[in-house]
């Protein structure tokens, strides 16, 4: 069982910056790999970016390519998400996942457990 605990959301304007942090409790957190999605009201789950269990392998949402980096830190049990250049259409909540495996996907399904979210907002 792996509990992920969100944090570091909340109100920015455009242009700005936020780093999102999500900690896994266990030991085994360095043989998941984690992902991070995100659900704007009124609209569906979305990908956003996913990283291999050893860190090494990511992959991003064309959305935040380039914008968003995500990384881990094995030693800490955390997964962080840097979001530069925030427009307001990245206002949403954003989830942390994980998943028994090297590699992460881009589907919901894959992933075996979640956070409980934590909102970001980016006013105009």
């Known amino acids: 069982q792996v509990q992920l605990v969100e944090s570091g959301g909340g109100l920015v304007q455009a242009g700005g910056s936020l780093r999102l942090s999500c900690a896994a409790s266990g030991r085994t957190f360095s043989s998941y790999a984690m992902g991070w999605f995100r659900q704007a009201p009124g609209k569906e789950r979305e990908f956003v970016a996913s990283l291999s269990s050893g860190g090494a392998s990511t992959t991003y949402a064309d959305s935040v390519k380039g914008r968003f980096t995500i990384s881990r830190d094995n030693a800490k049990n955390t997964v962080y998400l840097q979001m530069n250049s925030l427009k307001p259409e990245d206002t949403a909540v954003y989830y942390c996942?994980?998943?028994?495996?090297?590699?992460?996907?881009?589907?919901?399904?894959?992933?075996?457990?979640w956070g409980q979210g934590t909102q970001v907002t980016v006013s105009s």
């Open positions: 996942a994980a998943r028994r495996g090297t590699y992460g996907y881009t589907q919901i399904h894959k992933y075996d457990y």
